[in-house]
């Protein structure tokens, strides 16, 4: 949907031309169609297998947290990025 909106904002600055057609679709398509996809997957399959995948990615994402954690230049620095 927002991938909409931006069009329109550009069109009504006058700079939509074939070439940013081009690129919307190459971004857009494949996101509708990802949208698809995950949403039949979601309605076809049992609880089980979907437990499976948010586990996974839930996985996925502390391991790349703490690898980022470990690969970060000086210890602390994290932390007082993360201080207001």
Known sequence: M???VLIWSIRNLG???K???TVAA????PSVLGVIVS???LLTSGEGFIR???TLLLSYTIVRLVIELKNSAEPGKL???LEW
């Open 39 to 41: 949403l039949k997957l």
């Open 2 to 4: 927002n991938q909409g």
């Open 19 to 21: 070439h940013s057609l």
């Open 52 to 54: 499976l995948v948010f």
């Open 79 to 81: 932390l007082r990025k």
């Open 15 to 17: 700079f939509l031309n």
């Open 26 to 29: 190459l971004m857009g398509v």
